[in-house]
């Protein structure tokens, strides 16, 4: 279960022990008797992870089950969990479109991922999705239905994803009573639009600052754009490696700690509208903003070696194209 179930102030070593004894507890469990599954030993997202959106929909990139995605992933994010009727409830089920005869058996793929060292996290909202979390009941429901869903499939965490606004004070609200119910291992990410964080003063980035201390990384979306600012007040066309590396400092000088930036790209042409740049784009932006190398002609005024990784939209699309993007951005972060 994911240590969903235990207090939040127990840490990763006491609940390494917990995960022990709650296997040798179901040992014993009477005949007949409820039995839960054992809970699962914690894992810790890489200092330098990729993210990967898995697509729970067919939209013509290659469809796929979660087995399928590349062991460059460490963080594979679930698109997309729904709004309810309920402001701020959310709710999730399998498209038949990709192929899971039950929701045993994709639990079963969440729970064999993690096996291998990675998170899946469900993510919530997407291009089209709306969900309002604007006052206190809310952010309660909010909290109380990811957890559920968190409880009910073994999902790390969430993914924050909403492209038609947000309320910065009730979101942190939610996220922080969604932690304090998940407790240890609990992933946070967030994939907000170039314009959701050009100032500390947007309600994007205001609510990942209010949640840095559970903000495992911000994947911002470096396509779909338009040119934006950088952080030395310059305009970037997107595509470009100057583009990634500017906005990204907006964000390390903002105050997001370097290990809660990603660099969001689509994994192919096909996968967005605009703002496709090739592998080797990502690797070079990459290089830049944590040694300084393989800038173009904005450089920026230090570097940040702690910098997360990078995040693909999506697994799909990259299958679709051989897996192009993760066999080389995902190497190259792994080896920062």
């Known amino acids: 279960m994911h240590l969903m179930s235990l207090p939040p102030s127990l840490r990763r070593r006491a609940a390494l022990a917990v995960a022990s004894l709650a296997t040798a507890a179901a040992a014993f469990a009477l005949p007949g008797s409820a039995q839960a599954a054992p809970a699962a030993s914690p894992h810790a997202v890489p200092a330098h992870a990729v993210t990967g959106y898995w697509q729970d929909f067919d939209n013509g990139a290659k469809v796929q089950k979660l087995a ?10 679930v698109a997309f969990a729904s709004a309810t009727s309920t402001p701020g409830q959310l709710s999730f089920s399998l498209d ?25 996290v469900l993510s919530v909202g997407g291009q089209n999705g709306t969900v309002s979390v604007d006052d206190a009941a809310s952010a309660s429901a909010f909290a109380d239905s990811a957890y559920s869903l968190m409880q009910k499939y073994g999902f790390d965490g969430i993914d924050i994803d909403l492209e038609n606004g947000l309320n910065s004070t009730y979101m942190a609200q939610a996220l922080h009573q969604l932690a304090d119910k998940a407790g240890s291992g609990f992933v946070l990410t967030m994939a907000p639009q170039t314009i959701d964080m050009q100032s500390t003063s947007a309600e994007y980035f205001k609510t990942a600052l209010a949640v840095k201390d559970i903000l495992t990384v911000v994947n911002m979306q470096y396509y779909n754009s338009g040119s934006m600012l950088g952080c030395d007040g310059n305009v970037y066309a997107q595509g470009t490696v100057d583009f990634i590396t500017a906005l990204a400092c907006i964000q390390l000088q903002g105050g997001l700690d370097p290990s809660q930036v990603g660099i969001g790209v689509p994994a192919s042409s096909s996968a967005a509208g605009s703002g496709y740049v090739d592998p080797s784009v990502v690797n070079d932006a990459l290089d830049c903003l944590t040694k300084g190398t393989g800038c173009g002609s904005f450089k920026p005024p230090t570097t940040w070696p702690g910098l997360r990784g990078a995040m693909a939209w999506s697994t799909n699309w990259d299958a679709s194209a051989g897996n192009a993007w993760s066999d080389s951005v995902g190497a190259h972060v792994h080896a920062l």
């Open 96 to 120: 038949p479109a990709v192929g899971y005869s039950s929701d045993d058996q994709f639990k079963a793929d969440i729970a064999a991922k993690q096996a291998e060292g990675k998170s899946v």
């Open 68 to 77: 399928d995605v590349p062991d460059q992933y460490d963080i594979i994010a």
